[in-house]
C-alpha cells in the first residue's frame, strides 16, 4: 500500500541528498574529529562545514552552535544550564502549551524549589502576553517559550518576548524545533539567548539536535566529559548525524520559499475541501498565525483514533489529540489549555505535509475524509438521525 | 500505535447492529463526551423471551466500537437471566484480547448492558442516577464501582483500575483513595506504588551504616527539605538510632513531626535498614523516637 505521509511534525522523511552526504561518514571517513591525525582531521572539517551551514540557515554564528543528541536534549540542558548560572533566581516562566521536552523538564524542577509559572493561552491557542509581562520580575531566571506549537501550528511573538525578557535581565529561550526549516529564523538581529531544533524534524535523521547559545549567554554545561563543542557538550560528536544536519539545513534554507508558497497552498487546498466537504467541522488555532504546513481540525461527536485507524487503512498518516491515541485518557493538554470543547478536542485531527507532499495526496486524504467522518457519525450516539 | 486483534479491527471497520431500537425493551446508556467514550445500547425481546434483537451507537476508539459490536452478537438470543451473567471478559475474550489501557471498554459494554436490562425490570422507567460517593472526580466514578472492577478482576495495582474504569486516568488526585479501596478488598495481595521492595544492603558495618545514612540524608532527604527552605544535618547514630537535627524553615516548622515521620524516618527505612529509628537533637528524651 503507498503510504500517504502527513504527520511531517512528528517526524521527517530523511532527504536523500542528506543521506548521500552522511553515509560515507560511517564506513569511508570515520575518524574522530579530536584526533590528531589527519585521518580524524579531515572529519573535523567537515564537522566545521555542517556548523557553517546550520549558521548560515539560523542567522547566527559557527561558534554559538552546540551539536546535541535531540530537540530534547537541548531543551534539557538549555532549561537547566540556566538555572545552575542563575543564581538567587528562582522563577521560570514557560506556557501551558509547551512540549513535554519543556514542560516535564520544569515540572519536574518545581519539586526542587523552583517557581514556575505556565502562562494561558485563549481560544485560538495564542500566548497571554499581558499574563506574561506581568509574571517577568526581578527573581525570574529564565522565559521559555516554544516559537510554534507542535499540534496547532500556531507561532508566538517570540520575538517580542525575548525583548520583553531582555528588558528585565532574564534569559530567554525558545524551542524552534516546530518552526527551523518552516519559517525564516534570523537571529541576527534577535534577542533570542537560546534555540532549540531537532534533525529529524527537518528532513534529517533522528538523533542529532542543536541548541544555539548566544555569545555572552551563562549557561553551565549539562553533559560534562571531554572538551568537545567548546566545552559547552562532552560526549564524542555524532559525525554522520552532524553532516547530515548540516545538508538537511542546507536544503531547508533553499526550501524556505517552498514551504511557505507551494506547501502552504497545498495545506489551505487540503483545509478548505475538507471544510467544505465535512459538516461540523472547524479549524484549531490562529490561522493568521501559523505555520505553512499545519492544518488542525476537529470533527464533532466522533473520536480521532477511531479517524486515524480508519486513515490507516488508506496508508495515510496524521495524528490526534484525543485521550486514546496517547494511552492516557485525557485529551491533548494543548486542546485542553485553549478550551476546545470536549466534543471537538477528542476529534481532532493534524494534518501536517512537507515539501515532499503533492497535491495528489492531497486530494486523495480530502476525497476520503467526508465518508470516514460520515461512517463513525453513523455510529455515534451523539448525532440524531 | 495499539496492537489490536484481528477481531477487534474487523468489529471496528464491519460493526455489526449498529442503530437504535425505537420500541426497545430495554435502553442503557452509559459514558459521555467528556469522558472520550459513550455507548446507548438497545435491545428487543422476542415472543419466547430471549434477545432478538440488539443494537449500539458508540462514540469512541476503535475497541469501543468493536467492544459494542461484539457485545450485540453476544447477547442475541439469551434470555435476560443469561444476558446478566455476560461480564467484560465474555467481551474480551471474543475480541481476541483488548490491550490493558482499552479493557475499560469492554467494561464499558458490561455497564451498558447491566444498564439496559435495569431499564427493562423498571418497565422502562429511567434508570436511577448512580448512586454513592465519588472517588474519581475526572471521570465521575463511584467508589462501589471501583470496589466491583477490583473484586470482580481481582486487581491488585491502581493502575489496572484505570485500565478497566478509568478512575484515576486524570488528574491523579484519588490514586491513594483507589489503593485504600484495593486494601479494604484485596487485603494484603494489594499493592501500593510505594511496596516494591527497596534494594537495601543485607548486612552493615557500623561504618557502612553511617556512611549510608549521611548518603541517603544528603540525595534522598536534604533536597526535598531544601525546596521548602529548610536542612537537616546528621547528629550522631548510635546503634539503630539515628540523631538529625533541622535546620532553617524545618527548625520551625509546626510540620516537622510529620516531616520526620513521613521522610526522614521512612526514607532512611527505605534505603538503609528498617531496624532505624529517627530522633530530633535535643527532643529524644520528649519524643522517646518515633516508632
Known sequence: MT???????????????????????????????????????????????????????????????????????????????????????????????????????????????????????????????????????????????????????????????????????????????????????????????LLSLSGHKLHGPKGVGVLYVRKGTRLTPFMVGGHQESGKRAGTENVPGIIALGKACQLAEQNIVHENTVVKDLRDRLEKKILETCTDSFVNGDTENRLPNTSNISFEFIEGESILMMLDMYGICASSGSACTSGSLEPSHVMRAMGVPFTAAHGSIRYSLSRYTTQQEVDFVAEKMPAIVNRLRELSPFVKT | MWDYTDDVMDHFLKPRNVGYIEDADGVGEVGSLACGDALTFTFKLGDDGTIADAKFKTFGCASAVASSSVLTELVKGMTIEEAEKVTN?????????????????????????????????????????????????????????????????????????????????????????????????????????????????AKLTNIQKIQLVQQTINEQIRPALRADGG?????????????????????????????????????????????????????????GGIK
Open chain 1, 3 to 193: 503510504i500517504v505521509y502527513m504527520d511531517n511534525n512528528a517526524t521527517t522523511k530523511v532527504a536523500q541528498e542528506v543521506v548521500e552526504e552522511m553515509l560515507p561518514y560511517f564506513t569511508e571517513f570515520y575518524g574522530n574529529p579530536s584526533s590528531m591525525h589527519s585521518f580524524g582531521g579531515q572529519v573535523g572539517k567537515k564537522v566545521v562545514e555542517a556548523r557553517q551551514r546550520i549558521a548560515s540557515l539560523l542567522g547566527c554564528t559557527p561558534d554559538e552552535i552546540v551539536f546535541t543528541s535531540c530537540g530534547t536534549e537541548s531543551d534539557n540542558a538549555a532549561i537547566r544550564g540556566v538555572l545552575e548560572s542563575a543564581g538567587a533566581r528562582r522563577k521560570i516562566i514557560t506556557s501551558r502549551i509547551e512540549h513535554p521536552a519543556v514542560l516535564s523538564t520544569c515540572r519536574q524542577l518545581e519539586a526542587h524549589g523552583y517557581m514556575i509559572v505556565e502562562i494561558g493561552v485563549d481560544k485560538q491557542g495564542r500566548l497571554n502576553l499581558d499574563e506574561l509581562k506581568d509574571s517577568v520580575d526581578e527573581n525570574t531566571a529564565l522565559v521559555t517559550i516554544m516559537h510554534a506549537n507542535n499540534e496547532t501550528g500556531v507561532i508566538f511573538p517570540i520575538e517580542e518576548i525575548a525583548q520583553l525578557a531582555k528588558s528585565k535581565g532574564v534569559v530567554f529561550h525558545t524551542d524552534a524545533v516546530q518552526t527551523v526549516g518552516k519559517i525564516p529564523v534570523n537571529l541576527k538581529d534577535s534577542a533570542i539567548d
Open chain 2, 89 to 201: 471478559d465474555d467481551i474480551v475474550d471474543k475480541l481476541g484480547g483488548l490491550p490493558d489501557q482499552k479493557m475499560h471498554c469492554s467494561v464499558m459494554g458490561q455497564e451498558a448492558l447491566e444498564a439496559a436490562i435495569a431499564n427493562y425490570r423498571n418497565k422502562g422507567k429511567a434508570v436511577t442516577p448512580k448512586e454513592g460517593k465519588i472517588i474519581c472526580t475526572c471521570f465521575g466514578v463511584t467508589e462501589e464501582e471501583i470496589r466491583k472492577v477490583v473484586t470482580e478482576h481481582g486487581l491488585t495495582k491502581a493502575e489496572q483500575v484505570t485500565n478497566f474504569c478509568k478512575a484515576g486516568g486524570g488528574c491523579g488526585g484519588c490514586i491513594g483513595d483507589i489503593e485504600k479501596i484495593i486494601e479494604e478488598v484485596q487485603g494484603a495481595k494489594a499493592e501500593t506504588a510505594h511496596t516494591a521492595a527497596p534494594v537495601r544492603p
Open chain 2, 231 to 287: 536542612d537537616i544535618d546528621l547528629i550522631d547514630v548510635d546503634g539503630n538510632k539515628v540523631i538529625v537535627a533541622f535546620r532553617g524553615m524545618c527548625s520551625q516548622c509546626k510540620m516537622a513531626e510529620f516531616t520526620m515521620r513521613d521522610v526522614v524516618q521512612a526514607r532512611l527505612k527505605e534505603f538503609v535498614s528498617e531496624d532505624l529509628v529517627v530522633e530530633e537533637e535535643g527532643k529524644e528524651d520528649q519524643h
